[in-house]
């Protein structure tokens, strides 16, 4: 029987976000959990609907594959926020700090001193063999030191309540525009709440990003020219360059508008040719220069990276930061925390296992319907095992793929992810989510206190990727009380 | 301003202003049927293709001009460039390329605009789609007024505006052109009848222009309304004014730099054969013959507009 209101709602058992137990809210989503009570069904729907139509609106839409006639959707949105306590996200803003802080360094040292690989705390055949360790970056210095100027780190929480990070993504991570969308959609379908609540704000994100990107101009450029670049109107990402663009007030560059001259970058203005200092670039490594990286690149500038190492044009993020990302340097992050920073970890990592490793894989071949297997430069959900929920063929595909190319496998326990109360046709229903706040390292680091929660809409899926039908929800981080106080 | 960007802010006003006019000439043509109590057998539809300048296309893809036909092309048809649909399609995907510098609002009635003209695409006869081109030309006058009341009179708004006006002074033009084509039973066009009064109010009816037309001229006569629509210094739909506003656009653009250039020579050329125009002059020339001539000029101006601008 589907469940019409929240009182019947079943946390069957998994850590719910907003339910501490069947019929008990968590404190801080209470007031939440009431006002949502008052809700008519119809009520609920209408609201669901309303928030669907402004989405709609915005044209933040994409296309449906193979429809001729122009159908298009919005990524699934649902109306019920996840709340996050201010002493869960105290904890996570200091992890994320020590984390970046401690990758930022790791990047620095791998393309210039390599430290940490001749004190053997990262295998060297592991950063080498890395389709993400760029050799054209050997030697590279960015402005102030800093690689890695906006990162979207994936959290999960697991049923012990513990956030777990999954990945750090430090290349170009999207999605900050959904979560700015969504928070503008709920401050206009449920205000009441944002009077009761102390939700933080997160509509000056702009702001930040604009200061981190001035941060790094070169020097002496005391006005520099700023700019978005994007591989242009069809990339699926496309919306949120423009949004990101528009929230600074800054121009949204294609690689065509741009031009290398002396290893000065211009861009082609009305007025003829102007320099550009900094360029927030959203077009991955291998296609920014094609003299350097992919030759059959038309979405990059030829010339960009011999501008970029002169320090005449400041890229974000830097060139190289992948290899921080491959999931096999992932499992070395505790140790390259405690390496730099002389700390431990303050947020998890998930347990991995590198099949690069005899014994690990042996072990990881021999469990296959337990353990959840990903390929360690892909992202989006694709190149991924879900043991406990594959078939025998799927375990057997993953089994020789793995015995192939070990060094593009690592594994992980399947983790009980978190819930949270979702809308799904008349009633409320658990589905999993996951958690990605946005940060930014200019002259500090800065979180945004709010995130990116994907669900995943489908029952019992535990895939959030929207590649893969999940949709979105609105984070709301409360106030600290212990702090406010 | 990125010159990309300029070429995308111009032609996404010059779309939608498009849209906005074959949605009104739409409607001056059912409003000159039911004047002259045509029914739907005799009623003349191909005088619209034939003003539009797309009747080559149209013959060799359509069998006759009929309500049906005649409503797909020019307002549905995925195939013919300047149907609303297309023109609205086209005015989207330039506001998409310069999202970060036009409004919020602006991109979101473009959007809600292409979405409405989606659900109505298969709808085929006047009666049926009156809300549909109401809908479009309310949407024309709610951009405009987002243009104007919430963009800094910056470069984007001046390439906006440029482009609008170049776009309203060629569809002002050939309304003008839709009664030249219309086989009247007399088939003498200029001859002042009772009928005639009737068909030239809906001409100014669909710009909008009636009222301003009585208070400057009290009664109807081609010789009056051709004078108004061509050459008022005062109605904002006049070409003469569309012109002196794009011009003056054009100045401010120029003015950065050094020099002036081909954009701006072609266009006081143009201008300077309007200012030394009058309506009576013109219609004993032939009126048809000079919008033809207008029209090629205006097209020089456009591509001289690109040579300086938008070309790399």
């Given at each position: 029987m589907t469940l019409l209101t929240l009182e019947t709602y079943k946390t069957d058992g998994f850590y719910d976000e907003l339910f501490a137990e069947n019929g008990v809210a968590h404190p801080s989503a209470r007031p939440l959990i009431e006002q949502i009570d008052t809700l008519t069904r119809a009520g609920l729907g209408r609201r669901q609907k309303q928030a669907e139509d402004i989405l709609y609106q915005s044209g933040n839409t994409f296309n449906v594959y193979g429809d001729k006639k122009g159908t298009e959707k919005i990524l699934p949105f649902d109306i019920i926020p996840r709340i996050v306590s201010g002493a869960?996200?105290?904890?996570l803003e200091r992890g994320i700090a020590q984390r970046i802080t401690a990758l930022n360094l790791f990047i620095q040292d791998i393309y210039n001193d390599q430290k940490i690989i001749k004190d053997k705390v990262v295998p060297a055949e592991l950063i080498f063999s890395s389709a993400c360790y760029l050799k054209p970056c050997e030697g590279l210095k960015p402005p102030k030191g800093v690689w890695t100027h906006i990162s979207g780190t994936d959290f999960v929480r697991d049923g012990d309540g513990e956030f777990y990070v999954l990945e750090d993504n430090l290349r170009c991570p999207s999605g900050i525009s959904y979560v700015l969308e969504n928070r503008a959609v709920l401050k206009r379908i449920l205000p009441a709440l944002f009077h009761t609540m102390k939700i933080r704000p997160v509509s000056d994100y702009g702001d930040h990003l604009y200061k981190t990107l001035k941060h790094i101009a070169p020097e002496g450029r005391d006005d520099p020219n700023i700019i978005v670049l994007t591989p242009g109107i069809y990339n699926s990402a496309y919306f949120e360059h423009a949004y990101l663009a528009q929230q600074m007030g800054v121009p949204l560059a294609q690689g065509s508008d741009l031009v290398v001259d002396d290893d000065v970058v211009y861009m082609r203005t009305t007025a003829g040719l102007q320099r550009v200092d900094v360029i927030y670039r959203r077009i991955d490594d291998e296609f920014i220069d094609p003299t350097v990286f992919r030759k059959e690149s038309l979405l990059g500038v030829p010339g960009i990276m011999n501008a970029y190492r002169k320090g005449n044009v400041a890229l974000a993020n830097a060139p190289g930061t992948g290899i921080a990302d491959d999931k096999a340097i992932y499992a070395y992050?505790?140790?390259?925390?405690?390496?730099?920073?002389?700390?431990?970890?303050?947020?998890?990592?998930?347990?991995?296992?590198?099949?690069?490793?005899?014994?690990?894989?042996?072990?990881?071949?021999?469990?296959?319907?337990?353990?959840?297997?990903?390929?360690?430069?892909?992202?989006?959900?694709?190149?991924?095992?879900?043991?406990?929920?594959?078939?025998?063929?799927?375990?057997?595909?993953?089994?020789?793929?793995?015995?192939?190319?070990?060094?593009?496998?690592?594994?992980?326990?399947t983790l009980s992810l978190s819930r949270a109360p979702t809308l799904i046709g008349n009633g409320i229903e658990g589905r999993h989510v996951d958690f990605r706040p946005y940060s930014l390292y200019g002259e500090e680091i800065f979180t945004l206190p709010g995130g990116l929660t994907r669900v995943a809409i489908k029952k019992g899926s535990l895939v959030v990727n929207s590649s893969q039908g999940g949709g979105s929800k609105d984070t709301w981080v409360l106030e600290d009380e212990a702090e406010a106080n | 301003m990125l010159s990309r960007v300029a070429n995308s802010i111009y032609w996404m006003a010059r779309y939608l202003e498009r849209a906005d006019c074959v949605a009104r000439f739409i409607d001056v043509n059912t409003h000159l049927m039911l004047d002259l109590a045509l029914d739907q057998n005799s009623a003349q539809w191909y005088p619209l293709i034939a003003t539009s300048g797309d009747d080559e296309d149209f013959t060799r893809r359509y069998k006759q001009a009929d309500e049906s036909t005649v409503v797909k092309f020019m307002t549905f048809d995925r195939n013919n460039p300047n149907s609303i649909l297309q023109c609205i399609f086209r005015a989207r995907e330039n506001a998409r390329t310069v999202r970060e510098v036009i409004p919020v609002?602006?991109?979101?009635?473009?959007?809600?605009?292409?979405?409405?003209?989606?659900?109505?695409?298969?709808?085929r006869s006047v009666a049926d789609l009156q809300d549909y081109y109401r809908e479009v030309r309310q949407s024309g006058h709610l951009f405009t007024g987002l243009m104007h009341n919430t963009m800094s009179r910056d470069m984007g708004w001046q390439f906006a505006h440029l482009g609008q006006m170049l776009e309203r002074a060629d569809k002002t033009a050939r309304l003008l052109d839709v009664k030249y084509f219309l086989l009247l039973p007399h088939n003498d066009v200029w001859k002042d009848s009772a009928y005639d009064a009737v068909q030239w109010g809906a001409v100014l009816k669909s710009v909008n222009a009636l009222e301003m037309y009585r208070q400057q001229f009290h009664t109807i006569n081609y010789k009056d309304v051709t004078q108004f629509l061509l050459f008022?210094?005062?109605?904002?739909?006049?070409?003469?004014?569309?012109?002196?506003?794009?011009?003056a656009a054009l100045d401010t653009l120029t003015h950065d730099k050094a020099e002036a250039n081909k954009a701006t020579r072609e266009m006081a050329i143009l201008c300077k054969t309007i200012h030394s125009s009058d309506a009576s002059h013109i219609i004993s020339a032939g009126l048809h013959e000079f919008i033809d001539i207008f029209q090629y000029n205006l097209n020089l101006v456009d591509e001289a507009i690109y040579e300086s601008y938008f070309k790399d």
């Open positions: 869960d996200w105290a904890k992050v505790p140790k390259i925390i405690k390496y730099y920073l002389g700390e431990e970890a303050i947020s998890h990592n998930v347990p991995t296992y590198i099949c690069e490793d005899d014994k690990e894989r042996e072990y990881v071949l021999a469990n296959l319907d337990k353990l959840v297997v990903k390929a360690v430069n892909l992202s989006g959900g694709y190149g991924m095992l879900i043991g406990p929920k594959s078939t025998k063929a799927e375990q057997k595909e993953f089994a020789a793929l793995i015995k192939a190319k070990p060094r593009d496998y690592i594994a992980q326990p | 609002e602006m991109w979101e009635k473009i959007n809600e605009l292409y979405h409405l003209t989606q659900s109505q695409s298969r709808k008022s210094k005062a109605f904002p739909r006049s070409v003469l004014f569309c012109l002196e506003d794009a011009s």
